[in-house]
């Protein structure tokens, strides 16, 4: 079964949107494998985001990823990686489609309520990140 690492957000957590996002995974059928609340370092920011480093954007998402909990987690289930990304909608808001957790929740390009993998490679990497092998049922 196919793994992926989602984060909901600060911005959601600020706006006590965390049930209505998980409603939208376990609506798709999506199983929760490891689940929890916490802070994002910036050590853990510049892992997690290290493609994204020297990026004009990178200073201000470390900022706001870093500066309130998030919740991370790991979902499973058939082509997760990229049916959780359809279900997350694009990346800026106003670009995602009507019914998307992004349209829904996000407040900005930046502060835009859930981060999922984009690959099994990244989802792999990701996942190792936040979690330990025996955090991690199913
Ligand atoms: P993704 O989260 O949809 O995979 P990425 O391109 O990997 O999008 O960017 C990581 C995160 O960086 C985004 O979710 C968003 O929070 C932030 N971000 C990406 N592009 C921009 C931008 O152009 N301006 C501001 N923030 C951005
Ligand atoms: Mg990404």
């Given at each position: 079964?196919?793994?992926?690492?989602?984060?909901?957000?600060?911005?959601?957590?600020a706006n006590n949107h965390i049930g209505d996002i998980i409603k939208?995974?376990?609506?798709?059928?999506?199983?929760?494998?490891?689940?929890?609340?916490?802070?994002?370092?910036?050590?853990?920011?510049?892992?997690?985001?290290?493609?994204?480093?020297?990026?004009?954007?990178?200073?201000?998402?470390?900022?706001?990823?870093?500066?309130?909990?998030?919740?991370?987690?790991?979902?499973?289930?058939?082509?997760?990686?990229?049916?959780?990304?359809?279900?997350?909608?694009?990346?800026?808001?106003?670009?995602?489609?009507?019914?998307?957790?992004?349209?829904?929740?996000?407040?900005?390009?930046?502060k835009n309520a859930v981060h999922a993998s984009d690959s099994p490679?990244?989802?792999?990497?990701?996942?190792?990140?936040?979690?330990?092998?025996?955090?991690?049922?199913?």
């Open positions: 079964m196919e793994r992926t690492l989602v984060l909901i957000k600060p911005d959601a957590i939208h995974y376990e609506g798709k059928g999506f199983k929760i494998a490891a689940m929890k609340l916490m802070k994002m370092t910036k050590e853990i920011a510049a892992k997690h985001y290290a493609e994204h480093i020297g990026k004009p954007f990178y200073n201000d998402l470390v900022e706001f990823m870093t500066a309130d909990p998030l919740v991370a987690m790991v979902l499973t289930g058939e082509n997760v990686i990229a049916r959780v990304r359809e279900v997350n909608g694009a990346t800026n808001p106003e670009k995602a489609a009507e019914g998307t957790i992004r349209k829904l929740y996000a407040d900005s390009v930046t490679e990244n989802a792999k990497r990701e996942i190792s990140i936040f979690f330990s092998e025996i955090e991690i049922v199913g």
